[in-house]
């Protein structure tokens, strides 16, 4: 099969990491940075509209025009959007629910979604999103990686007030109890696995745990690295990641169950290493996209 593929590319996360799932899958790849080439995107198509099967584009509105124009010229061409942002609610994309509409097949991270995005028009699937096994699986940190990371609990992200308001509260509390906490930003990859393998424990903090399977690619990339992994519950999160994230309501249960955690924590760092075999072997991007290979084409 023949993908032409419409991503971000140069933070080399997560549409490398797409394009690298569809390569191991048998397929070939044609790729278009959504972000520096989205006026090119027709062009592109235009070039191998003879052998391409599909057009699969992240949720940028500026890919929009150019979807417009290959549907009114390659009408046999599947397009599809996969939207990996955790955020899920339609009002939260009415900016883009028109390109969501105007494609065959709209993927999103959340689940129990389909009703909502039916009455607007748009043919919904649930895919979340996956480990990239190539860049986030466990190592052995040096002596260097134990002086800078080492700490109870890591948290890896941005923390926005207002935007972020829950996690930067939570994070506060926390971080006011006397837990040994500290925060990592802008790592990625190698010291990104470093600072799990060191973290004794590592916090998700998905946002809208008020919806059904909304959790971020951070989950998957502490799993993977092998680290024990805390997240905010969200509903079916116990089955969704088969009771390898541990969870907790309110900040006074994280307290609870960090304190738990750390006393047990042999124990947990064995599931934690079951884990993250687990993910590898079942929530990789390359299952991702051969499920939505069967949605698309069956």
């Known amino acids: 099969m023949n993908v032409l593929l419409a991503f971000p590319f140069e933070d080399g996360e997560t549409g490398i990491a797409i394009k690298e799932a569809f390569e191991r899958t048998g397929h070939n790849v044609i790729c278009v940075d959504a972000i520096r080439q989205y006026e090119e995107l027709f062009f592109f198509t235009k070039q191998n509209a003879s052998d391409l099967d599909l057009i699969l584009c992240s949720r940028s509105a500026m890919l929009y025009d150019e979807l417009i124009k290959i549907r009114s010229a390659f009408k046999d061409i599947k397009l599809a959007v996969w939207n ?4 899920a609610n339609i009002n939260d994309w009415s900016r883009l629910k028109y390109m969501f509409r105007f494609v065959d097949f709209y993927f999103g991270v959340a689940d129990g979604k389909e009703q909502e995005y039916k009455n607007e028009g748009i043919n919904f699937h649930h895919l979340p999103q996956g480990l990239d ?24 992200g941005n923390i926005v007030q207002g935007i972020h308001q829950k996690r930067f509260d939570t994070i506060n509390e926390v971080s006011n109890s006397g837990v040994n906490l500290k925060q990592f930003t802008n790592i990625f990859q190698d010291n990104h696995n470093y600072a799990v393998a060191v973290s004794r424990l590592m916090l998700g903090d998905s946002a809208y745990p008020e919806i059904k399977g909304c959790y971020s690619v951070r989950n998957w990339k502490v799993l993977g690295a092998g680290g024990i992994m805390i ?18 309501d309110e900040v006074s249960d994280l307290l609870t169950l960090i304190k738990n955690l750390l006393e047990n924590y042999d124990e947990n760092k064995k599931k934690a290493e079951e884990a993250a075999k687990w993910v590898k072997a079942e929530h990789c991007y390359t299952h991702r996209i051969k499920k939505m290979l069967k949605i698309v084409f069956g």
């Open 84 to 87: 990996t942002d955790v955020r």
């Open 133 to 156: 096994d190539r860049r986030y699986f466990p190592m052995k940190p040096t002596e260097w990686h134990k002086m800078e990371y080492a700490c109870d609990l890591g948290f890896i």
């Open 231 to 248: 997240d905010r519950r969200h509903e079916g999160i116990d089955e969704f990641f088969n009771g390898y994230v541990h969870a907790y």
